[in-house]
């Protein structure tokens, strides 16, 4: 499987899975499950910073840690509307030195559901502007068709709540949108455990993003490790193609020579 | 002399005369890996801290990356 690389906007992926870096126990336990998972794209905030005190940089850390294998994706988690959206993505890009954002524009702070119409705005102008969007969006084919004929570099349809942990709630709109997008789908959001996971790379999904499933798990790197596998093992039951399902038995066993018989 | 104006939507009165004085001030030279800076909400390119002067009423916001999803 060596080959089986995931290529998004010219750039190579020999991981499909993609890490969150919040809400880990603490710094260090985000650095190993970082580097237990894998994973070659760490999900982050941009966020006012404290004039209080200048504390360690995050990029620092990652950088330093994980020595360029690790790239970072900044979020535009939080904001409400395009506008603050395409400013979050600008200052990301500023900071950050990258053109690529994971875009998110929610539209109900309690549900995190994205806002489609700010979220096709935003996606618009941060294309036009010479971003590589990669929007965080709702499990709908129509909403993901969309976004592609905008520009987006992938879509990222959401599993379930953000933070649940709740799977894969409908798992055929997840595999209809991965039969029709023309662009690479990243299942995001929701994934609980590492079957969860498989199942979006069996559905199709060219990657998962998840971050919630392994920050939280009793054991996070070892559940990073898990996850790293899982979605291994499910793209590989991807492309090896299921044995079609059976509404009755079929015997795996040959049916001549039985004894008694 | 000082001005107020917004910092990370905080009114404050500051003395400095450039971005790039109110940010040294703050311990943040330019360069810094990982800062980012609006005025008035458009982005200010680091390069261009120095020549930025502070006027009454500015609303500046300074971010960095930090742990996220």
């Given at each position: 499987?060596?080959?089986?690389?995931?290529?998004?906007?010219?750039r190579?992926?020999?991981?499909?899975?993609?890490?969150?870096?919040?809400?880990y126990?603490?710094?260090?336990?985000?650095?190993?499950?970082?580097?237990?998972?894998?994973t070659?794209?760490?999900?982050?905030?941009?966020?006012?910073?404290?004039?209080?005190?200048?504390?360690?940089?995050?990029?620092?850390?990652?950088?330093?840690?994980?020595?360029?294998?690790?790239?970072?994706?900044?979020?535009?988690a939080?904001?409400?509307?395009?506008?603050?959206?395409v400013?979050?993505?600008?200052?990301?890009?500023?900071?950050?030195?990258?053109?690529?954002?994971?875009?998110?524009?929610?539209?109900?702070?309690?549900?995190?559901?994205?806002?489609?119409?700010?979220?096709?705005?935003?996606?618009?102008?941060?294309?036009?502007?010479?971003?590589?969007?990669?929007?965080?969006?709702?499990?709908?084919?129509?909403?993901?068709?969309?976004?592609?004929d905008?520009?987006?570099?992938?879509?990222?349809?959401?599993?379930?709540?953000?933070?649940?942990?709740?799977?894969?709630?409908n798992?055929?709109?997840?595999?209809?949108?991965?039969?029709?997008?023309?662009?690479?789908?990243?299942?995001?959001?929701?994934?609980?455990?590492?079957?969860?996971?498989?199942?979006?790379?069996?559905?199709?999904?060219?990657?998962?993003?998840?971050?919630?499933?392994?920050?939280?798990?009793?054991?996070?790197?070892?559940?990073?490790a898990?996850?790293?596998?899982?979605?291994?093992?499910?793209?590989?039951?991807?492309l090896a193609?299921?044995?079609?399902?059976?509404?009755?038995?079929?015997?795996?066993?040959?049916?001549?020579?039985?004894?008694?018989? | 002399?000082?001005?107020?104006?917004?910092?990370?939507?905080?009114?404050?009165?500051?003395?400095?005369?450039?971005?790039?004085?109110?940010?040294?001030?703050?311990?943040?030279?330019?360069?810094?890996?990982?800062?980012?800076?609006?005025?008035?909400?458009?982005v200010?390119?680091?390069?261009?801290?120095?020549?930025?002067?502070?006027s009454?009423?500015?609303?500046?916001?300074?971010?960095?990356?930090?742990?996220?999803?």
């Open positions: 499987m060596q080959d089986d690389t995931l290529t998004i906007a010219g190579t992926f020999r991981s499909r899975l993609f890490l969150g870096t919040a809400g126990p603490n710094q260090q336990v985000m650095l190993d499950s970082l580097e237990a998972s894998g070659e794209l760490a999900t982050v905030a941009i966020r006012r910073i404290s004039l209080d005190g200048y504390s360690e940089s995050l990029v620092d850390v990652i950088a330093d840690v994980l020595g360029g294998r690790v790239g970072l994706l900044p979020n535009t939080g904001c409400l509307t395009a506008r603050e959206a400013l979050t993505a600008q200052l990301a890009r500023e900071a950050l030195g990258t053109d690529w954002v994971k875009l998110e524009v929610i539209g109900d702070r309690e549900l995190l559901y994205p806002d489609v119409e700010e979220l096709l705005r935003a996606t618009e102008e941060l294309v036009a502007d010479g971003f590589t969007v990669l929007p965080y969006c709702n499990d709908d084919p129509v909403t993901c068709r969309k976004l592609a905008l520009g987006a570099a992938a879509v990222m349809p959401l599993g379930a709540f953000i933070g649940s942990g709740l799977g894969i709630r798992p055929h709109a997840i595999e209809t949108i991965c039969a029709r997008s023309p662009v690479p789908v990243v299942l995001d959001a929701g994934i609980g455990t590492a079957s969860d996971a498989a199942l979006a790379m069996e559905l199709g999904c060219s990657a998962v993003l998840l971050n919630t499933a392994v920050s939280k798990a009793r054991d996070p790197v070892r559940m990073a898990a996850m790293r596998d899982a979605v291994s093992a499910g793209r590989s039951a991807r193609g299921r044995m079609p399902k059976r509404a009755f038995a079929e015997p795996s066993s040959p049916q001549l020579g039985l004894i008694g018989t | 002399m000082s001005a107020t104006i917004q910092i990370n939507g905080r009114a404050e009165a500051v003395t400095a005369a450039t971005v790039a004085a109110l940010l040294a001030e703050r311990g943040i030279v330019p360069g810094a890996r990982g800062v980012a800076v609006a005025l008035n909400g458009a200010l390119p680091s390069r261009r801290w120095a020549e930025t002067p502070l009454p009423g500015d609303a500046i916001e300074i971010v960095r990356p930090i742990q996220g999803g």
